[in-house]
């Protein structure tokens, strides 16, 4: 039996415990140092097993949370079209924020790139690139059928989905020209591990994107930020707010990686541009800032 052979799956599988290249036969594969088995079930890898533990109590807030605010649709076009929604969405104000990120995402990859699409989601981001011809691993905790990698049930194409820890990615070294973190990257627990994962399975030189992230010039907005979401979280839900996950960037975390980074900001229109300076006048804290932020190991060059 040869690595990752005969199956649909089209990246080379590792380990998440010691990164051993994977033996695949039919929906299982098994790791030949560990002798782990990790199985394929309802059209998405499982990865997770005890890795779970300590993300329970994080997913069940999630999802009491999303589905109180309106996120998620029982309609298959919902799916499709995101990141464009209707007007009456719950949720229209940040779609149309994402839809203006993922025009400038689209621009930024090159044609034909194979992608992972860490924190998928429902995997929105992944069918709108797999239907212009990429390959892309879709990558979550979460397999809700709403909020999760479940809604791949929606989409007319097959997605390629992987439940998973993004501090433990399942993959081979250096096998993906883009890695997006797609509104995922500010719920790590540990940021440095997070990014090294994503470093180890690009390929040497390719792109890390991290995209809409709330970023805050100042730490204390992002701290501040997560006090009025904490008190939310209490007050209309009754639920304590995971404090083990940061929750926002700053730009100084990416100042402070070894890596090159460029910065593009996500506009939507003028009353958006405006929301600084707006704050800055009602004396309230610094508004988050949304965007691409494309990183590169320090020796590639900017082309
Ligand atoms: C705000 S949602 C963004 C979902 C999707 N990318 C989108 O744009 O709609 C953040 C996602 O990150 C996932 N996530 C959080 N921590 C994770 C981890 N350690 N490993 C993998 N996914 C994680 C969550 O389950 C959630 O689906």
Same mark, same amino acid.
Request: hydrophobic content about 40%; proline content about 5%; glycine content about 6%.
């Given at each position: 039996?040869?690595?990752?052979?005969?199956?649909?799956?089209?990246?080379?599988?590792?380990?998440?415990?010691?990164?051993?290249?994977?033996?695949?036969?039919?929906?299982?594969?098994?790791?030949?140092?560990?002798?782990?088995?990790?199985?394929?079930?309802?059209?998405?890898?499982?990865?997770?097993?005890?890795? $779970?533990?300590?993300?329970?109590?994080?997913? =069940?807030?999630?999802?009491? #949370?999303?589905?109180?605010? /309106? +996120?998620? *649709?029982?309609?298959?076009?919902?799916?499709?079209?995101?990141?464009?929604?209707?007007?009456?969405?719950?949720?229209?104000?940040?779609?149309?924020?994402?839809?203006?990120?993922?025009?400038? $995402?689209?621009?930024?990859?090159?044609?034909? =790139?194979?992608?992972?699409? #860490?924190?998928?989601?429902? /995997? +929105?981001? *992944?069918?709108?690139?797999?239907?212009?011809?990429?390959?892309?691993?879709?990558?979550?905790?979460?397999?809700?059928?709403?909020?999760?990698?479940?809604?791949?049930?929606?989409?007319?194409?097959?997605?390629?989905?992987?439940?998973?820890?993004?501090?433990?990615?399942?993959?081979?070294?250096?096998?993906?020209?883009?890695?997006?973190?797609?509104?995922?990257?500010?719920?790590?627990?540990?940021?440095?591990?997070?990014?090294?994962?994503?470093?180890?399975?690009?390929?040497?030189?390719?792109?890390?994107?991290?995209?809409?992230?709330?970023?805050?010039?100042?730490?204390?907005?992002?701290?501040?930020?997560?006090?009025?979401?904490?008190?939310?979280?209490?007050?209309?839900?009754?639920?304590?707010?995971?404090?083990?996950?940061?929750?926002?960037?700053?730009?100084?975390?990416?100042?402070?990686?070894?890596?090159?980074?460029?910065?593009?900001?996500?506009?939507?229109?003028?009353?958006?541009?405006?929301?600084?300076?707006?704050?800055?006048?009602?004396?309230?804290?610094?508004?988050?800032?949304?965007?691409?932020?494309?990183?590169?190991?320090?020796?590639?060059?900017?082309?």
């Amino acid at each position: 039996m040869t690595a990752n052979s005969g199956v649909s799956c089209s990246f080379m599988l590792a380990c998440p415990t010691d990164r051993a290249r994977l033996e695949i036969e039919g929906d299982a594969a098994r790791c030949p140092i560990c002798g782990c088995v990790y199985a394929r079930t309802n059209q998405i890898w499982r990865f997770v097993d005890h890795r $779970l533990a300590p993300y329970e109590n994080f997913l =069940a807030t999630y999802r009491v #949370v999303r589905r109180a605010e /309106g +996120w998620g *649709s029982h309609d298959a076009a919902y799916y499709c079209n995101l990141p464009q929604t209707s007007r009456d969405d719950p949720q229209a104000a940040i779609w149309r924020v994402r839809a203006a990120s993922f025009k400038k $995402l689209v621009a930024l990859v090159e044609p034909g =790139a194979r992608l992972l699409d #860490v924190g998928a989601g429902n /995997g +929105w981001l *992944s069918y709108q690139f797999a239907r212009r011809g990429h390959a892309v691993a879709a990558l979550d905790l979460n397999d809700d059928a709403r909020e999760g990698l479940g809604a791949q049930n929606f989409y007319p194409l097959p997605l390629d989905c992987y439940q998973a820890d993004f501090d433990h990615l399942p993959f081979d070294a250096a096998q993906f020209d883009v890695v997006i973190f797609n509104a995922s990257l500010h719920y790590s627990r540990n940021l440095t591990q997070t990014l090294n994962e994503a470093w180890r399975v690009l390929k040497p030189n390719d792109k890390l994107i991290v995209m809409d992230s709330p970023l805050y010039r100042q730490r204390a907005s992002g701290k501040a930020m997560l006090r009025e979401k904490a008190n939310e979280f209490q007050s209309r839900y009754g639920l304590e707010m995971d404090r083990t996950m940061r929750g926002f960037l700053t730009f100084d975390d990416f100042q402070q990686s070894v890596c090159a980074w460029q910065w593009y900001p996500t506009r939507v229109d003028w009353r958006w541009a405006l929301r600084p300076l707006r704050a800055r006048a009602l004396g309230q804290r610094e508004p988050a800032q949304f965007g691409v932020t494309v990183g590169k190991p320090p020796a590639a060059r900017w082309t």
